[in-house]
């Protein structure tokens, strides 16, 4: 990996940290939200649902991203 890409690993890990920290903020206001009112409820799953395809998305970007650049790392090794 370049200094870069360790770089961009950093961010990417503190990324998925506050990736981790809204989803289990979500997880408590889900404990105290009122169940009776159904719009409110309709409204607050669907932005939970966003919010975990939006994570899951950047994740996989991300995921996409350090497998290609570890297979240039791999390929650049071979021509050394």
């Known amino acids: 990996m370049a ?10 890990c503190e990324e998925i940290e506050s990736i981790a920290n809204i989803i289990v903020y979500y997880h408590v206001l889900d404990s105290t939200i009122p169940k009776h009112n159904k719009d ?7 932005a939970v ?26 390929l650049n090794l071979d021509y050394c």
């Open 40 to 46: 409110t409820q309709i409204g607050y799953e669907k």
């Open 3 to 12: 200094v870069n890409d360790v770089e961009k690993y950093a961010v990417l």
């Open 49 to 74: 649902v966003e919010l975990y395809r939006l994570s899951l998305t950047y994740l996989a970007k991300a995921k996409r991203y350090f497998s290609y650049s570890k297979s240039l790392l791999v």
